[in-house]
Each structure stands twice: as structure tokens, then as C-alpha cells.
């Protein structure tokens, strides 16, 4: 659902203290003509992301859900010269449209856009020694989102921050819903979060052009 007053405020938020610049711009406009899907966070969520990264003082960040890599370039942005951005992609085709709009943006080598199933490419990036990741970023296919969660506690250290998007799903999170992989996998992820002593948790609900939805928030303790 959504509502002409919440994207009302929201385009008065956006257009006051979140613009969104040429490379954003284009960044959405490749996007809808490469035929992706338009559920990239709205301009205020995506500067919400950067400040969080900011404040966070985040050299090293994984996202795990590129899409044309709108996010992507919010976060990327909070990043010093030698910092660095993973971001897990599914979809060959998504990830082709995110990598030339990271570049168009000059964000290139700052980030890398990996292909493939996420629960692939977290084992890979344990292998590897990647991390600690300062700032996790997951928003790709919600039934996995437990795994993710416990997939960035692995690739983790004490103090990183982990944010997970779509919690509220137009309020249907308080309705179990056997028939809906996503609304199992959310609910599966609040009992992970509620039962796991290594992370202090929130979720907050959210109304704006992406109708009524929500994050957690949540900080490894140790
Ligand atoms: C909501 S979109 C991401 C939006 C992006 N974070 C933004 O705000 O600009 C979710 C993305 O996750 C990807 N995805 C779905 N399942 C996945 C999986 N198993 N592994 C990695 N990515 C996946 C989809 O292809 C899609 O591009």
C-alpha cells in the first residue's frame, strides 16, 4: 500500500537533505531500461545507508542484493580511498547493469559486483579471509535472510553493524504465512535475532514511497 502523503514527505525529505545526483539518477534510469525491477531503496533509505556507514566509519562493507546498484553507490560513497564494497548479486544480468553504473559513477574500484547465489558466494568470501565487514547490507531473496544474518555474524567482529530491508512487508510480518517464503524467512530471522546473546537488535517500521515496510538494525556485541 502506499499513500500520496507518505510520498509527498518523502519527495520533500529527498529534495531538502537527500538529493540524489546525476550518477543516482542514471543509476535507476539504466536500471528501468535494462528492464530490472524498480525496488532499489527510496533516495531518503539509501542516504539513511550512507550515514549509517559513515557514522560507522566503515572501510569494509558487504551487501548481498545489488540489483542495478542503487544502494550500492550510497554506501560506496561513505567509503575512504582504500576502503572496499562486495556485493552479491544473483542475476548475471542485474549485475552487469550495477557494474557499468558503479562506473559511471566512479565507484569502480572500490567495489566488486559478485555473481552468483549468495549462499555461494559467503563461503567463498570466508575462504578467502574477507572481512571483518564493518557494515552488512542484506536485501536480496527474503527467505534466505536467516542465513544471511548468520553469514554475516561469521564474516563479522565486534561492533559491526547489520541491516536487514523489507522486515514489515506491508505489516503482513505479524501473520504467519506458510505459503509465503519471505514472510517465513523474516519471521525465522526475528527468533534468530531474539535468540542470538552476540547481537543487540531493533526494527523500526518504515511509510514512504515504498509503502508501509521496515528495518532491523541490529550491532554484534562480541
Ligand atoms: C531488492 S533487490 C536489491 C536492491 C538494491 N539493494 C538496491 O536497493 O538498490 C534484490 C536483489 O537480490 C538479488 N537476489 C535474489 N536472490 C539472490 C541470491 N540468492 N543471491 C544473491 N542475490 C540474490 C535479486 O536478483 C535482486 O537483484
Redesign the pocket.
Known amino acids: 500500500m502506499t499513500n500520496p502523503q507518505w510520498n509527498a514527505v518523502d519527495a520533500y525529505f529527498t529534495e531538502t537533505i537527500a538529493p540524489a545526483d546525476e550518477a543516482l539518477t542514471a543509476a535507476l534510469s539504466a536500471s528501468a531500461a535494462a528492464g530490472l525491477p524498480e525496488?532499489?531503496?527510496a533516495p531518503n533509505q539509501g542516504k539513511l545507508l550512507q550515514l549509517l556507514a559513515h557514522m560507522q566509519g566503515a572501510r569494509n562493507i558487504l551487501?548481498?542484493?545489488?540489483?542495478?546498484?542503487?544502494?550500492?553507490i550510497w554506501l560506496a560513497r561513505a567509503l575512504p580511498a582504500d576502503g572496499r564494497l562486495i556485493t552479491?548479486?544473483?542475476?548475471p544480468a542485474?549485475a552487469d547493469v550495477a557494474r557499468a553504473n558503479l562506473a559511471h559513477a566512479g565507484l569502480d574500484k572500490l567495489v566488486e559486483v559478485r555473481t552468483g547465489?549468495?549462499?555461494d558466494s559467503l563461503p567463498q568470501l570466508e575462504a578467502e579471509g574477507a572481512g571483518p565487514f564493518d557494515l552488512v547490507f542484506i536485501?536480496?531473496?527474503k527467505v534466505?535472510n536467516p542465513r544471511y544474518v548468520e553469514w554475516a555474524l561469521k564474516l563479522s567482529r565486534p561492533g559491526t553493524v547489520i541491516v536487514v530491508d523489507n522486515v514489515v512487508r506491508g505489516g503482513r510480518i505479524t501473520t504467519p504465512d506458510p505459503d509465503d517464503p519471505a514472510i517465513t524467512g523474516t519471521r525465522e530471522l526475528f527468533d534468530l535475532v531474539a535468540a542470538e546473546p552476540r547481537l543487540d537488535a531493533t526494527a523500526i517500521q518504515t511509510v514512504g514511497t515504498k509503502g508501509h515496510d521496515g528495518l532491523l538494525l541490529a550491532r554484534v556485541v562480541r
Open positions: 525496488i532499489a531503496v551487501e548481498i542484493g545489488t540489483l542495478g546498484g542503487y544502494s550500492t552479491l548479486e544473483y542475476n542485474h547465489p549468495a549462499l536485501d536480496a531473496d534466505n
